[in-house]
C-alpha cells in the first residue's frame, strides 16, 4: 500500500507537517497537493493549534513539482498556468495567511517549488547541510511559488537574478548570512529547535502574532502613511485581544504572563 504523501503530527498547542514521498525527494504529485491542502485547512480550523512545523521525511525538503507528473505517456510536456492556479498559489497564499506561525524545518534539499515553499514560511531554520536551488532554470521554467517575489525582497536584485539565472545551489550557511532564512543549525539539533521555537509559540500571544504576520505582508505594498495607518488599526485590533490584558497585567505584577492565543469575545 502507497505511504501517505503527508503525516499530521499533533503536538500540544502545534502540528507537524511532514511532506512524505522521501524516494522522490518529496517531489509534490497530485496526492501530496490534496493532502497538504487538506492538512492546512484543518489546522487553521483547530482552534488550540498555535504553530505549524512544515519539514520533509528522509533526506530532502522537497524537490518541488513531481517532474514525473507532467510528461504524457507519449512524451508531451504540459500547459502549466492552470497547476499553479489550482496548487501552487493558494498553497503559497494558505501559509501566508495561516493566522499562527509556520516554522519551516529545511531538513535537506529544496529545489523549485519546494525552496520556495520554505521561503513562504515565517520562520526559516535549515541544517546546515540543506541547500536552496531556484532549479527552474534547468528544465525552462520561471521560478513561481512566490519565488520572483521573495529571492529580491530578501537578498537583494542581483543575488535573487544570480539564483535564478544560474541554478547554482545556495547552502544553507551562505542563505543565512544573505539573509534568505531565519537560521542554520547542526543537522543533529534541527529538528529539536524547530519543535523549541513551536513550544514557545504556543505560549504566545497568537492573535498579535497573526496582525503582526499581515502587517510585515502589507508593508512590501505600502507606502509609509499607508503602514501607519494599518499599524494602527492592527494595534486597535491587538488591543482588544485577552492576551494584551494578560500581558499588562503579568508586568505590572513581575509574572510571566499566560498568554491564551484566544481573540476578543
Ligand atoms: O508543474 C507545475 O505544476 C508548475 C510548478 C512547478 C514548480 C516546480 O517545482 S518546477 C521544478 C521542479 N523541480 C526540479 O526541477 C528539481 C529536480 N531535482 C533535482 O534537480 C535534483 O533531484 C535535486 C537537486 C533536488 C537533488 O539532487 P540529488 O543528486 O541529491 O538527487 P537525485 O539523484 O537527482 O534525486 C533522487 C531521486 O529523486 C531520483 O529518483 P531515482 O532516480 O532515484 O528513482 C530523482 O529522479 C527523484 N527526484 C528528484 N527531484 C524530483 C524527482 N522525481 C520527480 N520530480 C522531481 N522534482
Redesign the pocket.
Known sequence: MEEAPVLVERRAGYRVITLNRP???N??NEAMHQALKRALAEAEEDGDCRALLLTGAG??FC????????MTPDGKT?V?GD??DT??NPLVRKLRALPFPVVAAVN??A????A?IALACDIVLAARSA?F?Q??A??G?IP??GGTWFLPRLIGPARARGLALTAE?LPADKAEAWGLIWKTLDDLELMAQAHQLCVHFTAAPTVALALTKRALDEAWANDLDAQLDLERESQREASLSPDYAEGMRAFLQKRPPAFTGRRAP
Open positions: 524516494r522522490q525527494l517531489a509534490f533526506r530532502a524537490a518541488g513539482q513531481d517532474l514525473r507528473e507532467r504540459m502549466l497547476a499553479l496548487h501552487y535537506g534539499v529545489a523549485g517549488a519546494g520556495n541547500t536551488v532549479a527552474f534547468k528544465i521554467l513561481d511559488c545551489p
